[in-house]
T-cell receptor, first 113, second 112 residues
Framework: DAGITQSPRHKVTETGTPVTLRCHQTENHRYMYWYRQDPGHGLRLIHYSYGVKDTDKGEVSDGYSVSRSKTEDFLLTLESATSSQTSVYFC????????????FGDGTRLSIL | QKEVEQDPGPLSVPEGAIVSLNCTYSNSAFQYFMWYRQYSRKGPELLMYTYSSGNKEDGRFTAQVDKSSKYISLFIRDSQPSDSATYLCAMIHTGTASKLTFGTGTRLQVTL
């Protein structure tokens, strides 16, 4: 298994509160990604990182921010959570950006009430 | 219209059957193709990764790519109950930082 740890694995919070999800990798891969998975939509890219302090938006980035201060850690923040952000969030890693496949963590189930 | 279309199923087959899972895509910029398996409450697990048109085999799994028809398939031979999962196809545009575009997944149930 790829060395990817997501925390927390489950979280329930209230609308309007800030939430931070963490992805930690032990593979020293350059690229890291955050996805959300929803019924009928599949996996959609939120943000990705191509190096320390280098990030870019995906297709569903509104309401989310990310940070990467170390190679091994990639944080996803919901500044003010909304019920539409209730989802399962997956982190993925890729060795480089040259069309390599991604490997996924086991996800964080986030419920916003 | 979605860039990648995948029948959501569910698909139910008896143990030992050959399973065929399919995806179609609309954008010829997709050049790299993957199949992932996802068990309930787990992350997607890479099964197959291929680039060229044709077949790639790995044990009981065969991935097939037809770029001229924009169609990819995954075949599972001698299906087992442990193959029961959701199967996701995924594709990469060349030069896009390996960003994946996924199908919505097909749920497969292999019954005894």
């Amino acid at each position: 298994d790829a060395g990817i740890t997501q925390s927390p694995r489950h979280k329930v919070t209230e609308t309007g509160t800030p939430v931070t999800l963490r992805c930690h990798q032990t593979e020293n891969h350059r690229y890291m990604y955050w996805y959300r998975q929803d019924p009928g939509h599949g996996l959609r890219l939120i943000h990705y990182s191509y190096g320390v302090k280098d990030t870019d938006k995906g297709e569903v980035s509104d309401g989310y921010s990310v940070s990467r201060s170390k190679t091994e850690d990639f944080l996803l923040t919901l500044e003010s959570a909304t019920s539409s952000q209730t989802s399962v969030y997956f982190c993925a890693i890729s060795e480089n950006g040259s069309n390599q496949p991604q490997h996924f963590g086991d996800g964080t189930r986030l419920s916003i009430l | 219209q979605k860039e990648v279309e995948q029948d959501p199923g569910p698909l139910s087959v008896p143990e030992g059957a050959i399973v065929s899972l399919n995806c179609t895509y609309s954008n010829s910029a997709f050049q790299y193709f993957m199949w992932y398996r996802q068990y309930s409450r787990k992350g997607p697990e890479l099964l197959m990764y291929t680039y060229s048109s044709g077949n790639k085999e790995d044990g009981r799994f065969t991935a097939q790519v037809d770029k001229s028809s924009k169609y990819i398939s995954l075949f599972i031979r001698d299906s087992q109950p442990s193959d029961s999962a959701t199967y996701l196809c995924a594709m990469i545009h060349t030069g896009t930082a390996s960003k994946l575009t996924f199908g919505t997944g097909t749920r497969l149930q292999v019954t005894l």
